[in-house]
């Protein structure tokens, strides 16, 4: 196993910990992602007691279909901001009554295959806590490529889970 394996698996391993121990859950929204993140979090053995879903709505009629996130809710920001971010986390919320709900939303690249005025590599995150408080956080990665990208925007997400669960946010 690789370091940075060992080390997202130490990472999980606190979550899921941390979520056991309260008899808490979680749910994601994966606009970028696509499942990676609910991936990585369900190759730990026992997730079922604690993840609940995850939904990928990589285009914006299943936001709409699934969570009732509109492009006319997210408002000027768009789809890729730190507002969208919060929306996502609380309709996943609302939608499947998990403690904690986390939604990331950004740009993998490469440039020429999107046409977005943002940059690839800018990423916003939200978790969204039992209690309706919430934590973003927003990642630039300067990279134009796509799988880097990927791994950067998983990693941050793992980070700001664990983080807010741990503390509590």
Known sequence: MDGASERTDEVVASIADALVRRGQTLALVECSLGGLLGAT????????????ASIAPYAASASKAVLGVTSESLGSDGAVSESAALAYAIAAHRVFGADWTLAETGLL?????HRSAKPPGLGY???FAPDGAYRGRMVQTGLDD??????AFCAAA???IRDGVESRL
């Open 158 to 160: 793992l980070a700001l």
């Open 41 to 52: 979090l369900t190759a730990q053995p026992g997730a079922s007691r604690w993840f609940l």
């Open 109 to 113: 690249g490469p440039r020429g295959a």
């Open 125 to 127: 995150f939200c978790l």
């Open 146 to 151: 796509r799988d880097a990208n990927r791994q």
